[in-house]
């Protein structure tokens, strides 16, 4: 039984495309067939982590959206690009990273009730085990049906108090559209914090369970999404709590 997970963070920079690039190659090693659609259509990036150039996209979520192709002809296979042999496959559907078209779907918008089309689409006709979805920072129409039909939503959040209060609105809401599992995610956590002590005061707060408390690390900024943490750190601490994370979504 396929199933689609949501990656979801209430403001930009939680780290939220690493975040589900990482989990998608975590899945792909175990033999899964993923695939991951990047519907932050208005600032569009995680092509970058899997090192998928603008001249490789032949097709984008735009043009399907739009009705210029089916969106398995816009899922490009990036199993090649992230750097090692896995036994499963990843595919990516980006956004366009046109500024034409991005502009275009920011006047215009689109027809919401497409995406959950499409996600049904793609997840037959590939035969996915998995469907990513990395979404749109904040709630919009976009965000809440990605929720609504999910079947585990990860919420990623920093630990300061803006993203507390953000965190909060996004939390309520999967509780009322009934998400099957939601796992908290906290990331970029200070080195000389007590990850214990996160964890708790989170779970305390927001009555969720935490599914990972991941501490800053210099070696992913150095990366600086030139790759999957995963792939090029397989034994790094960070890799460890995503795998953690990853086996909790599986269950």
Same mark, same amino acid.
């Given at each position: 039984?396929?199933?689609?997970?949501?990656?979801?963070?209430?403001?930009?920079?939680?780290?939220?495309?690493?975040?589900?690039?990482?989990?998608?190659?975590?899945?792909?090693?175990?033999?899964?067939?993923?695939?991951?659609?990047?519907?932050?259509?208005?600032?569009?990036?995680?092509?970058?982590?899997?090192?998928?150039?603008?001249?490789?996209?032949?097709?984008?979520?735009?043009?399907?959206?739009?009705?210029?192709?089916?969106?398995?002809?816009?899922?490009?296979?990036?199993?090649?690009?992230?750097?090692?042999?896995?036994?499963?496959?990843?595919?990516?559907?980006?956004?366009?990273?046109?500024?034409?078209?991005?502009?275009?779907?920011?006047?215009?918008?689109?027809?919401?009730?497409?995406?959950?089309?499409?996600?049904?689409?793609?997840?037959?006709?590939?035969?996915?085990?998995? +469907?990513?979805? !990395?979404?749109?920072?904040? &709630?919009?129409?976009?965000?809440?049906? /990605? $929720?609504?039909?999910? *079947?585990?939503? #990860?919420?990623?959040?920093?630990?300061?108090?803006?993203?507390?209060?953000?965190?909060?609105?996004?939390?309520?809401?999967?509780?009322?559209?009934?998400?099957?599992?939601?796992?908290?995610?906290?990331?970029?956590?200070?080195?000389?914090?007590?990850?214990?002590?996160?964890?708790?005061?989170?779970?305390?707060?927001?009555?969720?369970?935490?599914?990972?408390?991941? +501490?800053?690390? !210099?070696?992913?900024?150095? &990366?600086?999404?030139?790759?999957?943490? /995963? $792939?090029?750190?397989? *034994?790094?601490? #960070?890799?460890?709590?995503?795998?953690?994370?990853?086996?909790?979504?599986?269950?």
């Amino acid at each position: 039984m396929s199933k689609i997970i949501s990656v979801h963070s209430f403001r930009g920079g939680t780290g939220k495309s690493n975040t589900t690039a990482n989990i998608a190659a975590l899945l792909a090693a175990d033999g899964a067939r993923v695939a991951v659609v990047d519907t932050d259509i208005a600032s569009p990036g995680i092509h970058v982590l899997f090192n998928l150039d603008e001249s490789d996209m032949a097709h984008s979520l735009n043009d399907y959206l739009w009705g210029k192709c089916t969106i398995e002809e816009a899922a490009q296979d990036v199993t090649g690009h992230i750097g090692a042999e896995v036994s499963g496959q990843i595919f990516l559907i980006p956004s366009s990273i046109k500024a034409g078209e991005i502009a275009r779907i920011l006047r215009e918008g689109y027809d919401v009730g497409l995406l959950n089309d499409g996600f049904r689409d793609v997840i037959e006709k590939l035969k996915l085990d998995y +469907l990513l979805i !990395d979404t749109h920072p904040g &709630l919009n129409e976009e965000t809440l049906l /990605s $929720i609504a039909i999910s *079947d585990a939503l #990860v919420i990623i959040m920093r630990p300061d108090q803006q993203d507390y209060q953000g965190t909060a609105v996004t939390v309520d809401v999967a509780k009322k559209l009934d998400v099957p599992k939601m796992l908290m995610l906290v990331n970029k956590v200070p080195a000389q914090w007590d990850v214990e002590e996160v964890r708790k005061r989170v779970e305390q707060t927001y009555d969720a369970k935490v599914g990972a408390v991941l +501490l800053h690390s !210099d070696e992913m900024m150095t &990366l600086a999404s030139s790759g999957i943490f /995963s $792939i090029q750190y397989p *034994d790094h601490a #960070v890799t460890k709590g995503l795998r953690s994370l990853v086996d909790q979504l599986k269950s």
